[in-house]
């Protein structure tokens, strides 16, 4: 077997800088917050950070509109503080990888500036610009946040397009000095040493030529009213299939592909570097060797219950059409789709099933992606009011509720919470003092703190607690560690017919381990393979020694149990 890379043993921890910790006191998070926490995730276990972006941006969508390629936001910092921040991380072993946003930059970076100047700036065309089309939209485009993908600018009479927030135009990437322009870039950062990229949107990248119209008489405002009233799966599938034909011009377009290679050519001029895509397109890995090292998994998430047949059905499809040589990884949740303990849980266990679930993470093969703040158990802030909602997404969703969908304001607003991002991006919980100690009592943070920090829900409270959820985390976090076959091992199910415990095999020549998962909230017997023997229990979530068994193994409910035996 080939040694494995650093990025398929690593976990990786995702830090979103404005709600980390805010070493300032100003209630936005920042690098001396930053800094601050890497002994704590140090301790945690975590092996890499992937640090939302850090650049300068008129925070339009919050760091995804970059005003600036080379420097650090100002409110996070300063370059030297990121400096230092990378140094800490990577003394103590740790690997630091950052968000690249190459689709669409800020409408405030010079280079837009430039292009919308004049129409023949040298820059102009590093953009997309097109005439009115019969003195209107150059055709039917929408943007995926709401509203044409055209913006009128009538300094130069034209239209630029954008596929998010007009704040957000898209480059030009047939145009090679745009691409000349953002390899520089990798290579900037990659020389001062970060380990790669979490490549945000990389769908986006090209459009199809020539613009033609989507032509399929549906607007974004029929499909959001569709969306919600759409009742069965099957509905709502079909409204996502008019979403897909509408914006199919628009996304995956096959001279991404070679743009990836061009890429993995640049960072291949640097040792161990990383490049990780905002996709579950498996295109992306190319041959497994030529484009992107990682692409998430995100079908896995596709569900509100991880279930022991959604599980097995989405490793069989997905490890299955892998390419030789490709890694896998996975994730339960980020800024943008909400907390794993809200989406996954069933109101009643959402304690035990984060467990369930975290344990699935990391022994799943592949590699893991946890969301700051999941560690504590932090849930949807899903009480936050419209004069909180910093999020464009949810103030367009309380607007739509309304005009669109005739709600009273008070519904629109609980609906909007819901909806749009700001939910997930609330300050991390790091005591149970005012604002959970995110920033001092008198200042305001950017984001609402969710109330529960004062249950116990914060680091403080729960690192001198040995049954905490952060506990739980740092415990698997070691154990995968001691375990090469959870890191290096083949994935085998096992009891694939089993509808409450999800259990498995991860085995290299020198190690098997049986990981059996009872998803359910009641006992559950599943039945052990003959030819292993010698199993012995390293983990389990109910017990503390290891009871004698037979050919078969009885969980308690929600019980996580892990053997290993090792070959002589
Ligand atoms: C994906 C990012 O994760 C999301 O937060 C952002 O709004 C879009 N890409 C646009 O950059
Ligand atoms: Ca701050």
């Not at 941006?57 to 990121?82: C, I, K, R």
């Not at 740790?94 to 669409?104: E, G, I, S």
């Not at 592909?257 to 490049?275: Q, S």
């Not at 979530?541 to 090792?566: A, K, Y």
Request: aromatic share 12%; hydrophobic share 35%.
């Amino acid at each position: 077997m080939t040694e494995k890379k650093w990025w398929q043993r690593a976990v990786f921890y995702q830090i979103y800088p404005r709600s980390f910790a805010d070493g300032n006191g100003d209630g936005i998070g920042d690098f001396t917050g930053m800094i601050e926490k890497v002994d704590y995730l140090h301790w945690l276990g975590v092996d890499a950070v992937w640090l939302s972006p850090h650049f300068p941006s008129p925070q339009v969508d919050w760091g995804y509109d970059v005003s600036d390629y080379y420097g650090v936001a100002p409110e996070y910092g300063t370059m030297e503080q990121f400096m230092q921040f990378m140094e800490e991380l990577h003394r103590r072993d740790m690997r630091l990888v950052l968000d690249l946003v190459l689709n669409h930059t800020s409408d405030q970076h010079s280079w837009f500036l430039e292009s919308r100047s004049s129409r023949d700036n040298p820059k102009r065309d590093w953009y997309i610009w097109k005439p009115p089309r019969n003195g209107g939209l150059p055709n039917d485009w929408f943007s995926t946040f709401g509203g044409p993908a055209w913006t009128f600018d009538p300094l130069t009479g034209e239209y630029y397009y954008h596929f998010f927030f007009a704040g957000q135009p898209d480059l030009n990437w047939k145009n090679p000095e745009v691409k000349q322009a953002m390899f520089d870039v990798v290579r900037y950062w990659l020389r001062l040493g970060v380990d790669g990229f979490r490549l945000d949107a990389v769908g986006t990248i090209f459009e199809r030529e020539n613009y033609p119209d989507h032509a399929t008489g549906d607007t974004l405002d029929d499909l959001y009213r569709d969306a919600r009233r759409a009742k069965t799966t099957k509905e709502q599938r079909l409204v996502n299939r008019r979403w897909l034909r509408m914006f199919r011009h628009q996304v995956d377009m096959p001279e991404v592909h070679d743009l990836m290679r061009e890429l993995r050519c640049v960072v291949n001029e640097f040792p161990d570097k990383v490049l990780i895509g905002e996709t579950e397109d498996l295109r992306f890995y190319g041959n497994g060797e030529d484009e992107l090292h990682l692409n998430f998994n995100f079908p896995l998430m596709r569900t509100n219950r991880l279930t022991p047949h959604w599980v097995r059905k989405n490793q069989r499809e997905r490890l299955s059409a892998l390419p030789d040589g490709a890694w896998p990884c996975n994730t339960l949740n980020n800024h943008d789709a909400g907390r794993m303990k809200s989406q996954f849980g069933d109101g009643k266990h959402d304690d035990q099933i984060a467990r369930v679930n975290l344990a699935l993470l990391l022994t799943l093969k592949g590699t893991p992606f946890l969301y700051n703040g999941e560690e504590i158990g932090m849930v949807n802030h899903n009480g936050l009011k419209v004069e909180d909602f910093r999020d464009p997404l949810s103030l367009r969703a309380y607007q739509l509720e309304i005009e669109l969908l005739g709600s009273p304001a008070h519904e629109a607003e609980v609906f909007a919470s819901d909806y749009g991002r700001d939910k997930c991006r609330t300050p991390l919980h790091w005591s149970n003092s005012p604002n959970a100690g995110f920033c001092p009592a008198e200042v305001k943070p950017w984001l609402p703190v969710h109330p529960n920090y004062a249950d116990g829900v914060n680091v403080e409270e729960q690192k001198k607690n040995p049954d905490s959820l952060l506990n739980y985390y740092h415990r698997l976090l070691q154990l995968r560690k001691e375990l090469p076959a959870l890191i290096e091992g083949e994935y085998q199910p096992l009891d694939e017919s089993h509808p409450a415990v999800f259990s498995f095999l991860r085995y290299t020549a020198q190690q098997t381990c049986l990981i059996a998962l009872n998803m359910k909230s009641h006992r559950a017997r599943v039945n052990l393979p003959e030819n292993i023997k010698n199993l012995r229990c390293v983990f389990s979530t109910h017990r503390s020694e290891d009871l004698p068994r037979g050919n078969n193994l009885t969980l308690q409910p929600f019980e996580v149990w892990i053997g290993v035996t090792d070959m002589a």
